[in-house]
């Protein structure tokens, strides 16, 4: 009967951890969802375009994600178009932000964040004429802070629940040449 019991948690945990993230593909693990580079780029789009109004001077909108695996960093490279407007004077600045990052999965509210977002490139021009190294970096600095935490996934509030009664908190996620991995594992 104890043996019947521990499978049936068991078994509870893996369909449940399978189906934790919609789209995703169980691997060999049942514990382990498993999303695509695509899913992964179809997640991204859907949050895109942003537009996010900074320091009460800037209206950036942040559009067109592109992402790249790098498994052997464990990181993705995430390119994005870029324009902002200058509240003040209506100069508007075009360009480009190529950036990597890691995600990390959050138990308080079921959801893939980014993480660790490092700015890689920076380009800003204003009427054709790229702005000064220092108006990059600051850019580049003001991107980090915004992007990192940013969610991208959302386990629905169903699922969530579900995940908590078989006891599972937290996820560990993996970056591969396939996507992304998330391993869930429960509580101890």
Request: hydrophobic fraction near 45%; include cysteine.
């Amino acid at each position: 009967m104890r043996l019947v019991c521990l499978l049936s948690r068991r078994t509870t945990v893996a369909v449940l951890a399978a189906f934790a993230v919609g789209g995703g593909c169980a691997s060999f693990d049942p514990r382990t969802v498993t999303l695509s580079a695509s899913q992964l780029q179809s997640l991204m789009e859907q949050q895109f375009p942003r537009q996010q109004r900074l320091l009460e001077i800037l209206d950036v909108n942040v559009s067109t994600p592109v992402i790249r695996l790098l498994p052997d960093r464990n990181r993705i490279a995430t390119a994005f178009d870029l324009s902002a407007v200058e509240r003040m004077s209506g100069h508007a600045l075009h360009g480009s932000l190529a950036l990597d990052h890691s995600l990390r999965f959050e138990p308080s509210d079921a959801t893939v964040r980014l993480s660790n977002v490092k700015v890689d490139v920076m380009k800003l021009e204003l009427a054709g004429t790229p702005l000064s190294g220092q108006a990059a970096r600051l850019g580049a600095l003001l991107a980090e802070s915004v992007l990192d935490d940013f969610v991208i996934y959302r386990v629905s509030e169903t699922k969530r629940q579900a995940l908590a009664r078989a006891g599972v908190n937290s996820a560990d996620v993996a970056v591969t040449s396939r996507g992304i991995e998330l391993r869930f594992a429960p509580t101890r």
